[in-house]
């Protein structure tokens, strides 16, 4: 359960969010929709703990020290975040690295990831060998790898043409329903909201201005 009591933050004199309030239970596929400034990717990143709200409460569940609760948390990124000089097998593997997995484990883990995001033909090659629609399944895989019990993805699709903008919210809806993973993802595609019919939490000027549960982007 992610529980957001009337969450305030500023940045300077800027307001970012205003008195937000939310719950998010346990494999929900949520919405953050809103213009740019809205609030969405500060909604995301107190989430990931990087800031504290300056008023209001925030629940989240998972270990008490940051660095463990992160490795509960996959993050999906508009520009991918991906190492140039390391193969696909070798960017997917990166946070069991980092979690000291065995190498046998590791093997299997980032094997499974690839076939869930159709890439096992891809494993040998580098980003920049990959289409914009590759890149951001290798970003999915890696944020999967570890099999996190949240994935935040914030403007996933901000670099992809429409098509496979759709194609890539697809997979994360399948990947959603396969893993029992909660989601949130911030977004300002309607075509991608709409066609999807979930839950929707609009932002503006840092205020929650609709919750619906199968939402439109209005």
Do not use: C, W
């Amino acid at each position: 359960m992610i529980s957001a009591q009337k969450l305030t933050k500023k940045f300077g004199s800027i307001l970012a969010l205003d008195a937000v309030s939310f719950d998010i239970a346990p494999g929900e596929f949520v919405f953050l929709t809103g213009p740019s400034g809205s609030g969405k990717t500060t909604v995301l990143r107190l989430i990931m703990r990087d800031l504290k709200p300056d008023a209001g409460k925030l629940v989240l569940v998972g270990p008490a020290k940051i660095h463990e609760y992160r490795r509960t948390i996959g993050t999906v990124f508009q520009d991918f975040k991906l190492l140039s000089d390391r193969s696909v097998f070798e960017n997917v593997a990166l946070p069991l690295e980092v979690m000291g997995v065995k190498p046998d484990d590791l093997q299997k883990s980032v094997k499974k990831a690839l076939e869930l995001v159709e890439l096992t033909a891809r494993t040998d090659l580098f980003p920049a060998q990959l289409s914009g629609g590759e890149l951001q399944r290798v970003a999915l895989a890696r944020a999967i790898v570890a099999r996190p019990k949240l994935i935040l993805a914030d403007e996933p699709t901000g670099n992809l043409d429409p098509k496979t903008a759709r194609s890539i919210v697809n997979l994360l809806s399948t990947l959603h329903s396969q893993l029992q993973t909660t989601v949130i993802m911030a977004t300002h595609n309607a075509d991608i909201v709409n066609h999807q019919g979930r839950r929707v939490i609009a932002l503006e000027a840092g205020k929650v201005i609709k919750d619906s549960p199968k939402g439109k982007y209005d």
